[in-house]
């Protein structure tokens, strides 16, 4: 007879199969665990991005979304910049420099690149610092501070004219439209002009005299006075050696006399060189004759 | 004795790499449970707890971090019979395990009870070449052991040197370092059936496990169950399992004898259903429910319902009183009792200064097994549990882990074995370049 009572169930097996096993294991590992939390979900992602890539046409109606969500921000009426005010500059300057920026108006704030325009703007040799910002009322504001000239230079070019650091601010027709300035001449003389400057200053007490400064070889000054006379500085400490002639001329009173040229080169012994017809008298004043030179 | 030499050191290797990575699983292949123990070592050991033991008696290092037991299937006499079963039961353990601590092991240390282990002991002696001992001095003197015939088919499972003497000094516990001119060692070696191991070993490998180091249980449940001075001064410990009872004898904290009788708590349970004609499951529970060795008049009166399924209503009405309960009982306990003493006394314990005897295992938690073992073993019998571990689940502290336990101490301290050494020199074969190498190394 069968037992009445209810039959034993079928007993599963506790035990894991070879494979749950070997699942379990793997999925333990944590290699395998990071690959599948972080791995996988990344390349799936990857895959349906470039799947939707992957057709020229989704390709440019999703560019052309892109494009036109920007156009629609950046063209928004808060954003246009509809006038630009040039300050600080003269007006031949500043209608050279909008002439150069060439803006488009109006135009939108977020397409303006300031720095570029800085840039241009200090691009002028007359322009020293440029200031671009956007004001209010979207206007773009250049401020420009000018370069101010300080020197004239006398080039086989013709005439330039030069701020305190050398920098070229434009050309000059003639030297009488700018008499007020010094006049420098010579090759490289921009270079020098700091200490053409210190010359400048120290040859104060005969200024009135002073026609100009030339630079000789890029290595030295000479001053160049009326008569034609020209004093010949040397190429270290020139200062000085202008503030000995200085002392020179107040006791001998020496740029008064009758010379061509006084040579400081050398500090320890200057050198004068009279003029033809005062040689010839100083020589008569000694006795000294001089068989007179023929030329052949 | 190469081959096995090579597989212990590369277990070895193993398992340094297990700690080194920080994970380790244990399995205790038993007759009647397999359970597996998830290890995390973390932290340095304290320095300077090489001679006592600390606090935590060494094993603050690890932690147990996942545990589980399962019914074991298909082993006899702590050997593997059916390999499938067992399979399947070792994956279950281990897969709950894993699931507990989070992790995944690939390193096991296993043990196990069956394979009738024997003790040997060995001596060797050499003269010391340079009046100061070195490290290859002692891998010499431990190759200069005399290796007895373990037979056909037998390994080699430990081989652990457990005495040193340096000229008429013995008792030394590390000899290097020290000068004289004889050194000469005392070796204890266990061999068990190598069928057995090779099953193991298989067994493990297809549950893609690497096997990182074995032992046997009852030097396992040596280690958990004693307590320091017990193992120091010297005790055996009889470890009652399902299917095999293992014995060792512990002498200054070295294993010096094991052994083992094939009977044990299944053998009880199947007297039960054999006598009482119920299933073994039933038995089984009765055993564990019901079981005693001492009748008193009160289990007169006490009946115990057997059930049973048959449909025959006197057959499932049946009912037995206590005491005839115990009446099975009894006699077989005492069978095994007499048989570990029997075994016990051939191996000269009576000899041995201490008599303490410590019964662990799951069979030893019939109560009044202690008042029937003092009658048999002798007088100073106590029943021990495994030490405490952290992290142990409260389910797994019992005496019946008590070689788990152990095993968790046998990796967390490993004893020195002979494979831990290197092979001297002279035991290459001539013209080799590992034996150029060697003698390179040991000479500069």
Not at chain 1, 103 to 125: C, G, M
Not at chain 2, 200 to 219: M, N, P, T, V
Not at chain 2, 393 to 411: E, I, K
């Amino acid at each position: 007879m069968q037992s009445l009572s209810r039959a034993a169930p079928y007993r599963r097996d506790p035990a894991p199969s070879r494979w749950a096993y070997k699942m379990q294991r793997l999925w333990l590992t944590p290699a395998f665990r990071g690959f599948m939390r972080f791995g996988v979900p990344l390349l799936m992602v990857a895959l349906a991005v470039g799947i939707f890539l992957a057709s020229p046409a989704r390709r440019e109606s999703l560019w052309g979304m892109v494009a036109s969500a920007k156009e629609q921000v950046t063209e928004r009426p808060m954003f246009m910049v509809n006038l630009v005010s040039i300050d600080g500059a003269s007006p031949e300057l500043s209608d050279a420099v909008r002439a150069k920026l060439n803006l488009r108006l109006p135009q939108s704030a977020l397409k303006l690149d300031l720095d570029a325009i800085r840039v241009t703007a200090e691009n002028f040799d007359a322009v020293a610092r440029a200031v671009v910002r956007l004001g209010a009322a979207n206007v773009l504001q250049i401020t420009i501070t000018e370069r101010q000239p300080a020197w004239v230079w006398r080039t086989e070019g013709g005439l330039i004219l030069l701020d305190d650091t050398g920098h070229r601010i434009a050309g000059l027709a003639a030297r009488a439209d700018r008499a007020d300035l010094p006049l420098i001449a010579g090759e490289g003389a921009n270079q020098a002009i700091a200490e053409a400057q210190a010359v400048l200053q120290a040859a104060n007490p005969f200024a009135n005299r002073l026609r100009g400064l030339v630079r000789i070889s890029t290595r030295r000054w000479d001053l160049v006075l009326d008569r034609d006379q020209r004093i010949l500085l040397p190429a270290e400490n020139p200062v000085a050696a202008v503030e000995g002639l200085i002392a020179l001329n107040t006791a001998e009173n020496l740029l008064a006399r009758d010379l061509t040229s006084v040579d400081l080169r050398n500090p320890q012994r200057p050198v004068l060189r009279l003029a033809p017809a005062a040689l010839d008298a100083m020589r008569a004043a000694h006795g000294i004759t001089v068989p007179t030179e023929t030329k052949s | 004795m190469t081959d096995l030499y090579q597989s212990q050191r590369t277990m070895r290797h193993l398992r340094k790499t297990a700690l080194q990575r920080g994970m380790i699983a244990i399995l205790d292949v038993g007759t009647s449970k397999i359970a597996c123990l998830i290890l995390r070592f973390d932290g340095i050991e304290e320095p300077g707890e090489a001679d006592g033991m600390g606090s935590m008696a060494g094993q603050s290092n690890f932690r147990v971090i996942g545990a589980a037991t399962t019914r074991s299937r298909g082993v006899r006499f702590g050997e593997i019979s059916a390999m499938n079963e067992t399979e399947r039961a070792i994956r279950t353990a281990v897969q709950a395990a894993q699931k507990m601590a989070n992790v995944r092991v690939d390193h096991v240390i296993a043990c196990f009870s069956g394979g009738e282990p024997r003790s040997y002991g060995l001596a060797g002696e050499i003269e010391l070449q340079d009046a100061l001992v070195r490290e290859n001095d002692v891998a010499r003197v431990l190759a200069a052991c005399d290796a007895p015939d373990i037979g056909e088919g037998r390994e080699v499972l430990h081989a652990q040197p457990v005495n040193f003497a340096l000229d008429h000094r013995t008792g030394l516990a590390d000899p290097r370092a020290q000068s004289g001119n004889r050194l000469a060692c005392d070796m204890h070696l266990l061999t068990v059936d190598a069928a057995v191991v090779q099953n193991l070993l298989y067994c493990i490998k297809r549950c893609d496990l690497d096997l990182a180091g074995i032992a046997s249980s009852a030097y396992a449940s040596g280690i958990a169950s004693l307590v320091e001075d017990e193992r120091e001064l010297g005790a055996a410990c009889i470890d009652m399992g399902g299917g095999s009872t293992g014995m060792s004898i512990f002498m200054k904290k070295h294993m010096i004898f094991s052994d083992s009788v094939r009977l044990g708590g299944d053998h009880v349970t199947a007297d039960i259903a054999q006598c009482l004609h119920v299933p073994l499951a039933v038995a089984e529970r009765i055993k564990t429910k019901h079981g005693g060795v001492h009748a008193t008049g009160m289990d007169d009166r006490e009946m115990i319902e057997i059930g049973g399924d048959s449909g025959d209503w006197e057959k499932d009405r049946r009912q037995v009183s206590r005491t005839e309960l115990i009446g099975i009982i009894r006699p077989r306990v005492e069978e095994i009792l007499e048989q570990a003493a029997e075994r016990l006394d051939a191996a000269g314990f009576s000899h041995l200064p201490s008599q303490q005897i410590v019964l662990t295992g799951g069979a030893s938690q019939i109560p009044g097994l202690d008042g029937l073992a003092s009658r048999i073993l002798g007088q100073r019998v106590r029943m021990g549990r495994p030490l405490r571990v952290q992290g142990l689940p409260q389910a797994a502290t019992g005496p019946s882990f008590a070689s788990t336990v152990g095993l968790c101490l046998f990796a967390a301290h490993p004893q020195d074995e002979w494979w831990d050494f290197d092979i001297p020199a002279e035991r290459y074969p001539a013209r080799s370049i590992k034996r150029a190498l060697k003698w390179f190394k040991d000479n500069w």
